[in-house]
């Protein structure tokens, strides 16, 4: 199975996952499950390829030229994240089956699980470090999910906030990083990067890279200042909390530092930030858990110190350092998924996960505590368990370091200090829920939970054992493989051996258990006297802190600068924007300089001199005419676009002249329906004369405006014609449209071949515009006063005003108004269906094609709201917009992907000729199928904006006429009651 498989499954099941119905539990669990045990196995097969430093690469072709292609890469490194994130996600799910309520909505769980597992299945396998930065942002989206998947509690969404802005900001820092290492590298190939490791170190920007890179590493492992964002993500399910904590999101700032460790370690930057930064976490994590009363608090920031104790092992600029922080997060998955699988199993049988309210459920959860137990000794670090192995090396490597003599002494003592930490919280988490006397005021009787929900559980403590007695036998070489590509090169001796004589980091192991062990009876007789509520200190070098005064600060600073530039007229926020493109436009060109062509000009036409000479009449017109009649400005400025689209035409661009005109239809419609909601003037009301005043000016500011962006526009043209043809980049499209696009109509070959990746985004966002105005628009509810009907209805007669708002007799009325029978525009749609058909198959030959079709048939179906109303033409010509938009992301969607399944870069376009009988030979580019996505998408952004609006009208015409009807009713009601009164008297 191809590696790229390894993350497309995952996406794959999220997806199908999202679709199961919400009853389905098992189903949705047992999907997941497979697909992460099939994962799992496939990459436990690759093993023997990888394990004696060998690379697995495959390269699909994306964007060659900018040196973009998609690299999925596996070494021994990688491969352990793969055997960590699948194996221990098919465990989670297993537990997760349990765990998860009825009543929750499962299907959104797995699906957004899935995703999660694909998107750090991406980070760990991915080859280009563009293409991991994207998989590290989609981690912080998908997590954000997560975290906050019970949406209607306050504490999940803070925290989802919390963690998507933290770790959110530190990827655009990684990005910003990584841009500098390709440029420093002149690649973003990770093979090249890890092979330029003396360039980098050697470069002026090797220290820009080097922090904006830590930041985005330290900021997604939770590391000290930023380790705030941890303990608040603890709002997710469990086995959220379990998979993040043990095998993926924090996970993967570890792992990008281990995996750069060959290119930016090695300096005395990366030692003193690195290596600051791991032992200050380590010592914060480790304090702050000894003092939580949630188990998963506890547990949320002793993984925070064993972050530290990672990443202070990978800033030691040592072999054997590196090899000991693979191994400790190897070991650290495996304890942590089952601590926190364990807490889980306590809060759902007793209903709580206050420490302060446990004790004594060794009573009624004797297999449980004895898995807890034995995973919470792997965390302190006792003998003949994993943990205890790690750990050893760890304070192996602080001891024997070879650095200055303050660091010397101080590293071996603060890593004993945290060492007694970690006993500490760990005994808390034993003694104080496990032992003592039971529990009488839970809000559940504690019981075992079922047997599966305990299985994954069951499986890492022996993990847990097995490793600790036989570490050579188990790890050995597992481990020599994944340690391999992080040192860079040949692995340094060590032992895997549970006992190494008695030596120094023995004794500072014996220290921090019997420290550990005394410091738990002080901290909890002191916790008994009542003498301990916060953490000592933790008030003081709050992260959360500093993190909630940097958001107010940036929150107000947002407002006043809205206060102070934003208005709610739109005259002045169009003012502001055309200012700033004016002066973005000019202040280039008066620093590089524009020189004008030399290219010889046509003689002037007469001809064109009246078409402009009557466009800028309608423009100057329908300037005139907005002050008094609005349906007449709009008429005018359709001429004015009338004049552009000729003006195309003469400068022989056809394709440019259909789609001007076509828009102009469009937009006509769509200004006429934004028409209704406009205010009515008072006319008889004569303005003063300091507002006249005012206005006269504003005009006038406006006009040397617009002579300012025309005469710019009309001069950057005339400057970009005037160049020799030589010089134009368009030779190189007239050159190889034919050959290489297969088709004569050079624009409609650009746009759906060679730059169509430019269209693919540019329908995305259509198709965003219009979902949006959908959803703006369809909970929106008019105001309670009277609407003021618009200038173009106030303009027919009275009795047709009133007609006009009540939904029933408008249709007639209009139609009737207007003479146009409606069965006469119905005849339109067939028509204009033809012509969309005859636009779309010329398009790669002669103008026309996708988007200019779509706009032509969405013309028909609009033709059809504004005539029958959208009554009708829901009821006999039922069109869905969103399934239109769907469809056509789908087939660009899939025409592009169509090309990698045959090897070719995204959206490479193939030409065939096809026999067919009566009709002979056809011209078939999938470029063709590409441009039905970008037709049918065109059809549904313009139908879902157009009727959005058309909708509301309706709407509000109802609001009014049931408003109307109501005040009759009680104006009748009321007469009624003074005639009874009149009668009675």
């Not at 202070?312 to 926190?340: C, D, E, Y």
């Not at 368990?385 to 660091?407: R, Y």
């Not at 071996?412 to 039971?438: C, H, K, M, N, Q």
């Not at 146009?820 to 067939?830: N, W």
Request: charged share 10%; with cysteine; proline share 5%.
């Amino acid at each position: 199975m191809p590696l790229v498989y390894l993350i497309l499954l995952p996406f794959a099941a999220s997806l199908l996952a999202a679709l199961l119905p919400a009853n389905a539990r098992n189903t949705e669990s047992t999907l997941a499950g497979v697909v992460a045990l099939v994962c799992c196995v496939q990459a436990a097969l690759l093993f023997p390829e990888i394990a004696d430093g060998d690379v697995l690469r495959q390269e699909i072709a994306w964007l060659p030229s900018l040196g973009l292609n998609l690299v999925i890469r596996m070494d021994g490194f990688a491969w352990m994240f793969c055997m960590l994130v699948f194996g221990i996600g098919a465990l989670v799910v297993l537990y997760a089956r349990y765990y998860m309520s009825p009543q929750d909505p499962v299907p959104r769980f797995f699906s957004f699980f899935m995703a999660f597992m694909g998107a750090m299945a991406g980070v760990v396998l991915s080859g280009n470090l563009i293409q991991l930065v994207f998989f590290w942002e989609l981690t912080s989206l998908f997590s954000f999910l997560l975290i906050g998947y019970w949406h209607h509690r306050e504490d999940a969404r803070r925290g989802a906030r919390m963690a998507l802005t933290v770790t959110g900001t530190g990827g655009l820092a990684l990005l910003a990083g990584v841009l500098i290492l390709g440029h420093i590298v002149g690649s973003y190939d990770l093979d090249h990067v890890l092979a330029a490791a003396e360039l980098v170190r050697a470069h002026p920007l090797y220290l820009w890279a080097l922090v904006l890179v830590l930041l985005g590493a330290f900021t997604k492992s939770a590391q000290f200042p930023f380790q705030f964002w941890l303990p608040n993500a603890m709002a997710a399910p469990t086995p959220v909390s379990s998979y993040l904590h043990s095998a993926t999101m924090v996970k993967a700032g570890v792992f990008l530092l281990a995996r750069l460790w060959p290119v930016l370690g090695d300096t005395e930057p990366w030692f003193w930030l690195v290596g600051g930064t791991g032992l200050a976490t380590l010592l914060v994590g480790g304090y702050a858990a000894m003092f939580q009363n949630d188990l998963k608090g506890l547990l949320a920031y002793s993984t925070i110190s064993h972050l530290g104790l990672i990443t202070l092992l990978l800033g030691l600029n040592s072999p054997l350092a590196a090899v000991a922080a693979v191994f400790h997060i190897m070991n650290h998955a495996t304890f942590k998924a089952s601590l926190f699988m364990a807490a889980g199993i306590i809060d759902h049988e007793s209903g709580t996960r206050d420490i302060t309210r446990l004790s004594g459920l060794r009573h009624m959860m004797p297999i449980t505590a004895t898995l807890a137990t034995v995973a919470s000794a792997a965390m302190a670090g006792v003998p003949l368990l994993n943990g205890f192995l790690s750990k050893e090396m760890f304070f192996a490597e602080t001891v024997f370091l070879d650095t200055t003599p303050m660091v010397a002494t101080v590293l071996p003592v603060a890593a004993t200090v945290a060492g007694v930490f970690s006993v500490a919280y760990s005994l808390r988490f034993i003694v104080d829920v496990f032992w003592g006397p039971p529990a009488t005021d839970l809000p559940l009787t504690p019981h075992e939970p079922p047997h599966w929900m305990r299985v994954p559980v069951e499986l890492l403590v022996c993990a847990c054992l097995v490793v600790g007695v036989v570490p050579a036998w188990s790890i050995g070489r597992f481990l020599d493989a994944a340690a391999l590509p992080v040192v860079g090169g040949t692995l340094p001796a060590f032992s895997l051996a549970v006992w190494h004589g008695l030596n120094t980091p023995l004794v500072m192991s014996f220290v921090a258990l019997i420290g550990g062990a005394a410091l738990y009876q002080a901290l909890r007789t002191q916790r008994r006297l009542g003498r301990i509520e916060d953490p000592p200190l933790m008030r003081h070098i709050s992260g959360r802190r500093i993190f909630e005064v940097l958001l107010t600060l940036l929150t107000r600073a947002a407002r006043g600068g809205r206060r102070l530039l934003s208005t709610h007229r739109l005259q002045w926020q169009m003012l502001w924007l055309l200012l700033f493109t004016l002066a973005a436009g000019t202040l280039p060109l008066l620093m590089g300089g524009m020189r004008l062509g030399g290219r010889g000009t046509l003689a002037l036409s007469p001809t064109f001199v009246l078409v402009w000479l009557l466009g800028n009449t309608c423009a100057v017109a329908a300037a005139w005419q907005a002050k008094y009649h609005r349906l007449a400005a709009l008429a005018l400025m359709g001429g004015a676009g009338l004049c552009t689209s000729i003006t195309f035409l003469w400068f022989s661009a056809p394709d440019l002249a259909l789609t001007q005109l076509t828009v102009e239809v469009v937009t006509t419609i769509l200004i006429l329906l934004g028409l209704r909601w406009l205010p009515k003037r008072d006319e008889n009301l004569p303005p003063a004369p300091a507002s006249a005043t005012l206005a006269r000016a504003r005009r006038l500011r406006d006009m040397v405006l617009s002579i300012a962006a025309g005469g710019g526009m009309a001069w950057l043209a005339f400057a970009m014609m005037s160049r020799p043809f030589a010089e134009s980049t368009s030779t190189f499209f007239l050159e190889r449209a034919l050959t290489e696009g297969g088709g004569t109509n050079v624009v409609n070959v650009m746009l759906v071949d060679f730059r169509g990746f430019d269209t693919f985004g540019e329908i995305v966002v259509l198709g965003i515009v219009a979902l949006t105005v959908y959803a703006l628009l369809r909970r929106f509810r008019p105001a309670g006063e009277a609407m003021d009907l618009p200038e173009q209805q106030r303009a027919l007669p009275a009795d047709l005003q009133t007609d006009l708002l009540n939904p029933r007799h408008a249709q007639d009325t209009a139609v009737g108004y207007l003479m146009v029978p409606a069965v006469l525009v119905r005849l339109l749609l067939p028509a204009t269906a033809l012509v969309a058909c005859y636009l779309f198959l010329r398009g790669h030959d002669q103008p026309g094609g996708g988007f200019v079709a779509g706009l032509v048939f969405s013309v028909g179906l609009v033709l059809q709201y504004m005539i029958s109303g959208t009554e009708w033409v829901e009821a006999h010509l039922p069109v869905f917009p969103r399934r239109w938009i769907a469809t056509g992301l789908l087939l660009a969607l899939g025409t592009g992907l169509g090309a990698l399944a045959w090897g070719y870069p995204f959206l490479t376009s193939h030409m065939m000729h096809i026999d067919l009988p009566l009709v002979g030979q056809v011209h078939v580019a999938s470029a063709m199928f590409f441009d039905s996505g970008v037709f049918a998408l065109v059809v549904g952004s313009t139908l879902m904006i157009l009727t959005a609006i058309a909708h509301q009208s309706v709407r509000s015409h109802r609001y009014h006429a049931r408003l109307q009807e109501e005040q009759e009713l009680a104006m009748a009601a009321v007469v009624s009651y003074d005639d009874d009164a009149q009668e009675a008297r």
